[in-house]
T-cell receptor, first 109, second 117 residues
Framework: GQNIDQPTEMTATEGAIVQINCTYQ??????LFWYQQHAGEAPTFLSY??LDGLEEKGRFSSFLSRSKGYSYLLLKELQMKDSASYLC??????????WGAGTKLIIKP | GAVVSQHPSWVICKSGTSVKIECRSL??????MFWYRQFPKQSLMLMAT?????????EQGVEKDKFLINHASLTLSTLTVTSAHPEDSSFYIC?????????????FGDGTRLSIL
């Protein structure tokens, strides 16, 4: 079966750095998305990785290792508004999105 | 700006009513659109894949006659929740696949919050 694993909940302090991990086992791989979702809102695109390595975009970076079936989202200089759920999703061989359950990130002052 | 428009944002209606939700790609043609449902504090659940000009592909456990999907043009897919009941109350989100070179592969609409009384 296809499976995406990410922690259910994480807590971090404002101004700090947090890394949210995602491991996957899917039938084929055509890229991995990270989305941010605030309660009651649609997901917002953060990053899309299809090749190995780190992609940096402002305070957010995303890393992919296809051989390990692993990705992480790194958030720097955390702000209170970063409190949200972070969703990892993999595009499988049929170009379907396989979703993780999401990681709820709680930022404390 | 938004590249996928979803309408309406909120619907509150009586049990037994049918509700239609529209999903439009604004500046690109989307041969494939996706419909998701999300219950509070749960992950997105794919309901069906909508293909322009053909029948939608439904995920296991999703009733085809309950959730009617029409994708009659390259920029519009609709989801109709027929004879809605309180248990259908949820957050419905559409997304459109973007095949343009260099584009982000998928764009989400803002979602529709459906409340059945």
């Amino acid at each position: 079966g296809q499976n995406i694993d990410q922690p259910t909940e994480m807590t971090a302090t404002e101004g700090a750095i947090v890394q949210i991990n995602c491991t996957y086992q899917t039938s084929g791989f055509n890229g991995l998305f990270w989305y941010q979702q605030h309660a009651g809102e649609a997901p917002t695109f953060l990053s899309y990785n299809v090749l190995d390595g780190l992609e940096e975009k402002g305070r957010f970076s995303s890393f992919l290792s296809r051989s390990k079936g692993y990705s992480y989202l790194l958030l720097k200089e955390l702000q209170m508004k970063d409190s949200a759920s972070y969703l990892c999703a993999v595009v499988d061989s049929n170009y379907q999105l396989i979703w993780g359950a999401g990681t709820k990130l709680i930022i404390k002052p | 700006g938004a590249v996928v428009s979803q309408h309406p944002s909120w619907v509150i209606c009586k049990s037994g009513t049918s509700v239609k939700i529209e999903c439009r790609s604004l500046d690109f043609q989307a041969t494939t659109m996706f419909w998701y449902r999300q219950f509070p504090k749960q992950s997105l659940m794919l309901m069906a894949t909508s293909n322009e000009g053909s029948k939608a592909t439904y995920e296991q456990g999703v009733e085809k006659d309950k959730f009617l999907i029409n994708h009659a043009s390259l920029t519009l897919s609709t989801l109709t929740v027929t004879s809605a009941h309180p248990e259908d109350s949820s957050f419905y989100i559409c997304s459109a696949r973007d095949n343009r070179a260099g584009a982000q592969p998928q764009h989400f609409g803002d979602g529709t919050r459906l409340s059945i009384l």
